[in-house]
């Protein structure tokens, strides 16, 4: 009998303990989905203001230095209100390094604006498959951390090995390694902050972004490599 009632009490405090644990992080996630729609739009915003001003390509190396930087600073002051006013200094240069790439495919190609569109409309359809995969799924995805950490390092360094020795085939590799990687990313962070993995909107929202901003210029790429040779 005593066993019974010990047995009853564990099993209705984890129960406990897991609805608590999903109640917080329903919160986590829709405080980050608000913040990830409003860098998004921002970030969209500048790309906008960059391309109809024609601003001109910072290059790889400036974006990738103000990237970090920003990044280093937004990590700094992610339990501050001033970590909300960095994560939009990120996401707006961010925005602002993709509107000279978008402009240079529109003028490349004759259908660039349909190959903006194509990109655009299929970020959306990786972001929502693999988020709604991560809220219906009851498989763990956590495994997938290291991996995607690893491959990411690893297509990262191969990435500045294309710039530096101007490689086009290891580009393009680059470029699809990043697609299943960011939809991958996606699918474990979304799923990292339903299970409590992930406290911080701010830092989920950085991961979510950079993960759309990739997986939108990796897929840009390869649709104007697939249009003729960019």
């Known amino acids: 009998m005593q066993k019974n009632v010990i047995h009853q009490y ?15 992080g329903n919160k986590v996630l829709r405080s980050t989905y608000i913040l990830l729609s409003m860098t998004l739009l921002f970030s969209g915003i500048m790309a906008w203001v960059a391309s ?48 000279p790439i978008i402009n240079a495919y529109v003028n490349a190609f004759s259908n ?8 655009l409309g299929g970020t959306g359809i990786v972001f ?20 995607i950490f690893v491959g990411i390092l690893v297509a990262f360094v191969a990435g500045l ?20 990687l960011m939809a991958g990313l996606i699918l474990y962070q979304t799923q990292a902050i339903i299970r409590g993995g992930e406290t911080n909107y701010i830092m989920a929202t950085i991961t979510l972004f950079v993960a759309i901003y990739n997986l939108f210029s990796s897929l840009l790429h390869l649709l104007g490599f697939m249009a003729g040779d960019d």
Do not use: C, E
């Not at 101007?166 to 299943?180: K, R």
């Open 10 to 24: 564990s099993t209705t405090a984890a129960q406990s303990g897991d609805f608590l644990a999903t109640a917080a």
């Open 52 to 99: 109809s001003n024609n601003w001109p390509y910072l290059g790889p190396w400036v974006t990738l230095g103000g990237y970090f930087a920003l990044l280093f600073i937004t990590s700094a002051l992610r339990n501050s209100a001033w970590g909300l006013l960095s994560i939009f200094a990120l996401t707006g240069f961010m925005g602002a390094t993709m509107g």
């Open 112 to 119: 660039g604006g349909q190959l903006v569109m194509m990109a």
């Open 128 to 147: 929502f498959g693999m988020s709604g995969l991560a809220l219906v799924s009851k498989r763990d995805f956590s495994w997938l951390g290291k991996f």
């Open 161 to 180: 090995g294309a710039i530096f020795f101007q490689m086009p085939a290891l580009s393009l590799a680059v470029s699809s390694a990043f697609i299943l």
